[in-house]
T-cell receptor, first 112, second 113 residues
Framework: DGGITQSPKYLFRKEGQNVTLSCEQNLNHDAMYWYRQDPGQGLRLIYYSQIVNDFQKGDIAEGYSVSREKKESFPLTVTSAQKNPTAFYLC???????????FGPGTRLTVL | QKEVEQNSGPLSVPEGAIASLNCTYSDRGSQSFFWYRQYSGKSPELIMFIYSNGDKEDGRFTAQLNKASQYVSLLIRDSQPSDSATYLCAVKPMKTSYDKVIFGPGTSLSVIP
């Protein structure tokens, strides 16, 4: 089955630690995205990538980093510089020539 | 001015009624419009998209687009308790250089049995 997978489903981090969230897709989509969702709020774009080896900052990139070494994979690292990382993180992908984005199941990050 | 606005709700409708969800956007040149449904604790799932003025129907769902008035709405006929969720409106502004979609804050819908 084609789809987007994210792991882990739940992640706990101590203050000062970096953590990496995984996102993999087998839809052969060129574009991939990372969003953050806080309780009762909409989605905010962190980073996006249109093609392999290229990515751009979104609206709230500070304290985050990404890589896009393979078409299928777009991992997100939440660094210790991110002051308030507790949130629901969503990965999405889309074909390069269409607009429809499809979401993975999400990772819920909690800072202890 | 926020780019995409929705009433936060909660919107409560009785089972079997029509639920009407509204969304307004600021960029007059916007071309693509999407409705996603998000159950509590889950990720958004696409319900439908619309590009042209008028109505687009898919089962119990109808999307309505009025570019002149800059609003898009979602009607849910014969509402069921399983329709209780947050509905996200998403808009693709014309002037961005890539497939960036702007999401509204969502409207919470509660269907009362």
């Amino acid at each position: 089955d084609g789809g987007i997978t994210q792991s882990p489903k739940y992640l706990f981090r101590k203050e000062g630690q970096n953590v990496t969230l995984s996102c993999e897709q087998n839809l052969n989509h060129d574009a991939m995205y990372w969003y953050r969702q806080d309780p009762g709020q909409g989605l905010r774009l962190i980073y996006y990538s249109q093609i392999v080896n290229d990515f751009q900052k979104g609206d709230i990139a500070e304290g985050y980093s990404v890589s896009r070494e393979k078409k299928e994979s777009f991992p997100l690292t939440v660094t210790s510089a991110q002051k308030n990382p507790t949130a629901f993180y969503l990965c999405a992908s889309s074909l390069g020539t269409t607009d429809t984005q499809y979401f993975g199941p999400g990772t819920r990050l909690t800072v202890l | 001015q926020k780019e995409v606005e929705q009433n936060s709700g909660p919107l409560s409708v009785p089972e079997g009624a029509i639920a009407s969800l509204n969304c307004t956007y600021s960029d007059r040149g916007s071309q693509s419009f999407f409705w996603y449904r998000q159950y509590s604790g889950k990720s958004p799932e696409l319900i439908m998209f619309i590009y042209s003025n008028g109505d687009k129907e898919d089962g119990r769902f109808t999307a309505q687009l009025n570019k002149a008035s800059q609003y898009v709405s979602l009607l849910i006929r014969d509402s069921q308790p399983s329709d209780s969720a947050t509905y996200l409106c998403a808009v693709k502004p014309m002037k961005t250089s890539y497939d960036k979609v702007i999401f509204g804050p969502g409207t919470s819908l509660s269907v009362i049995p």
